[in-house]
C-alpha cells in the first residue's frame, strides 16, 4: 500500500523555522520524485519543492528559493522527504502536501502526480 503522511506543521512567528516530514512506504523510492505542494486560504494549490530520488536534483519556485531546502533521506523501510522552510513569512502560511510523480523530473503539474499525502498546517505570525 502507498503511503505518503505529512507531518510537521505548527505555528511561527514570521522569520522562524519549521520542518516538514514526509514518510514514503509502498513503492520504490528512487523511482519516484517526490514534491512539496501548498495551499493557502482562498488560492489555489501550487508547487514548492520538488526532489528527484535518482539523482538527488532539486527544483523550487521563486517565492522559497533560498529560504526553503528539500532533502531525502533513504532507509530500508521508510524513506522521507524533508522541507526546511528558513525565513518564514505570514505569506507562506498554507496546508503543505507531499505528493509522488513517476517522472522523476516532474515540475509543479498535479497531474503527473499519482500519489498524494494528507495535509500539515502551516501558519506563519506576524
Known amino acids: 500500500e502507498v503511503q505518503l503522511q505529512a507531518s510537521g506543521g505548527g505555528l511561527v512567528q514570521a522569520g522562524g523555522s519549521l520542518r516538514l516530514s514526509c514518510a514514503v512506504s509502498g513503492f520504490t523510492f528512487d523511482d519516484y520524485a517526490i514534491a512539496w505542494f501548498r495551499q493557502a486560504p482562498g488560492k489555489e494549490r501550487e508547487g514548492v519543492s520538488r526532489i528527484a530520488n535518482s539523482d538527488g536534483d532539486t527544483y523550487y519556485s521563486n517565492s522559497v528559493k533560498g529560504r526553503f531546502t528539500i532533502s531525502s533521506d533513504h532507509a530500508e523501510n521508510e524513506n522521507t522527504v524533508y522541507l526546511q522552510m528558513n525565513g518564514l513569512k505570514p505569506e507562506d502560511t498554507a496546508v503543505y502536501y507531499c505528493?509522488?510523480?513517476?517522472?522523476?523530473?516532474?515540475?509543479?503539474?498535479?497531474?503527473?502526480?499519482?500519489?498524494w499525502g494528507q495535509g500539515t498546517l502551516v501558519t506563519v505570525s506576524s
Open positions: 505528493a509522488a510523480s513517476y517522472n522523476d523530473y516532474a515540475l509543479f503539474l498535479e497531474t503527473q502526480y499519482s500519489y
